[in-house]
């Protein structure tokens, strides 16, 4: 038998396999150096344009929504503009609750955040699969947690690649029963503008991958504040609270974030923020992300202040119903 197929195969995989290895130390170079705005290489960027055609005009979208506290403050970060936003608290005791959100079901571009899709992904398909990754990452978590933290392009579109391909991840996806409506997958790193997804898709990713048996697991491979990755120079207020990925795309106008955040006793705050704006500098929408991300962790931090204070206040008798108390007790 001709072992041509076979060496035709090795061939063509090689260097996929070995040449994203030589990127993930560049790219963690550049995320060390100069923060989350090495997300994606410019280079990669302009041409991901030229293949898409450029990116869609962006219309400002109305900041719509209930006027609670959270939802106030979430809007007060973002200010005007083109976003996407939705924050969940998933208590102790595993329940979840709304906190904020605005133009939640809107799709949008997700810039990389599209990674924790393919990360996820990829994830489920190594544990089914048992695939080894190359030297010098060996397994699936390693070579993920590269990818992840520095935001590697070429390591994410080989994970697709290899679990499967975008059609397969989509199914994957609407197969767990996550609102799938707003994802289009044109690629696993996020560098297309013709990716889609909309906020409360990627909160109900986060959800889903919080109440799993491989939370933590996962939750380590992602970028922190103050550790390296393109979490390094932002959030450092935070640094051990926020667990997240990052996106930005300077010529589509793209900066989004999403991930988990610590909330102490109150539980786990599941977040996704996406702004499209051409009209907003990305690095003022990353500022403008950050300081939507604590505001709303302030919020529930307060709110659970709040409510500890009103469990150890002594109960309030109205003077009428103490007065009728005291009758009954006293008379013979």
């Known amino acids: 038998m001709s072992h041509r197929p076979l060496l035709l195969a090795a061939a063509l995989f090689t260097p996929c396999l070995f040449a994203p290895s030589a ?42 929504g209930s006027e609670d506290r959270h939802e106030r403050a979430l809007k007060q970060a973002l200010g005007g503009g083109n976003w ?13 609750r709304p906190l904020a959100q605005v133009n939640n079901e809107v799709a949008m571009i997700p810039a990389s955040t599209m990674k924790l899709f393919t990360g996820w992904f990829g994830f489920i398909k190594e544990k089914e699969a048992r695939r080894r990754y190359p030297a010098p990452f060996r397994t699936f978590l390693a070579y993920a947690a590269t990818m992840i933290k520095a935001s590697v392009n070429p390591m994410a579109n080989l994970i ?12 994957f996806y609407a197969g ?12 696993g790193a996020g560098l297309s503008a013709r990716n889609r997804a909309s906020a409360r898709l990627e909160v109900a990713l986060l959800e889903h991958i919080k109440r799993s048996e491989h939370y933590a697991e996962f939750k380590a491979l992602m970028a922190e504040p103050g550790e390296a990755g393109t979490l390094r120079a932002r959030l450092g207020d935070l640094a051990g609270r926020v667990h997240a990925k990052t996106g930005t795309l300077p010529r589509t106008g793209v900066a989004s974030l999403a991930g988990f955040v610590d909330a102490g006793e109150a539980g786990v705050i599941v977040f996704s923020v996406i702004g499209n704006d051409r009209k907003i500098a990305v690095t003022a929408q990353r500022a403008r992300i950050d300081a939507a991300v604590r505001a709303v962790r302030e919020g529930v931090l307060a709110e659970a202040a709040e409510a500890a204070v009103a469990v150890r206040r002594p109960a309030q008798v109205s003077p009428d119903l103490a007065g009728r108390l005291t009758a009954m007790v006293t008379t013979p």
């Open 23 to 64: 990127s993930a130390y560049d790219a963690a170079a550049c995320a060390e150096r100069e923060g989350e705005l090495c997300d994606e290489n410019d280079a990669e960027e302009a041409a991901a344009l030229a293949e898409d055609g450029g990116p869609e005009p962006v219309a400002p979208v109305r900041l719509a």
């Open 176 to 187: 767990l029963g996550l609102p799938t409506e707003s994802l289009v997958v044109a690629d």
């Open 84 to 96: 996407g936003a939705e924050f969940r608290l998933v208590a102790p005791d595993g329940r979840a």
């Open 160 to 171: 697709l690649r290899l679990s499967g391909g975008a059609a397969a991840m989509t199914r």
